[in-house]
């Protein structure tokens, strides 16, 4: 199976970056509108833009909750693929927060190569998120 790892450094304490990361409302800015609550067996989804590519939205699971350390959520695009383990961890550092954002367990459901093509896609989306969008988020906060 593969993987999808990154990590960035921002210049907010943890406890903001983990607002960011686990309020809905506050992750519909920076993700996709979501229904997201940070409670272990809750169901909730991400919702875009539906086109001929994807059916429009993501089926997810809250599967652990450590506070102001860790969040891991199932992702599942579609009925017909395996679900993969979303997880954030954040670690306090002198100049803010790191996260450590992984979404693993790319199968051959996904395609050729576990999906190569679709995890480059998530990856560079990935990228956006958390460099770009996240902060704009938190700089609000």
């Known amino acids: 199976m593969k993987n999808i790892d990154l990590t960035v450094s921002v210049p907010y304490p943890l406890e903001t970056v983990w ?3 686990t309020d809905p409302k506050l992750m519909s800015q920076w993700l996709m509108p979501t229904d997201f609550k940070p409670l272990v067996g809750h169901k909730f989804t991400f919702k875009g833009a539906q086109n001929k ?4 939205w ?12 860790e969040i891991q959520f199932t992702w599942q ?25 992984v979404n693993a367990g790319f199968d051959n459901t996904y395609g050729p190569f576990s ?3 679709y995890r480059t896609m998530i ?18 906060l």
Request: charge should be positive; aromatic fraction near 6%; hydrophobic fraction near 35%.
């Open 115 to 117: 999906g190569l093509l």
């Open 77 to 101: 695009n579609s009925e017909k693929q395996t679900p993969t383990l979303m997880t954030y961890t954040l670690k306090k550092t002198d100049s803010g927060t790191n996260i450590h954002a």
């Open 58 to 69: 993501i089926d997810c699971t809250v599967v652990s909750v450590k506070t102001l350390e």
């Open 19 to 21: 607002q960011g990361i």
């Open 53 to 56: 590519f994807w059916r429009g």
């Open 123 to 140: 990856k560079a989306g990935m990228r956006q998120e958390f460099n770009k969008k996240l902060p704009k988020v938190l700089a609000k």
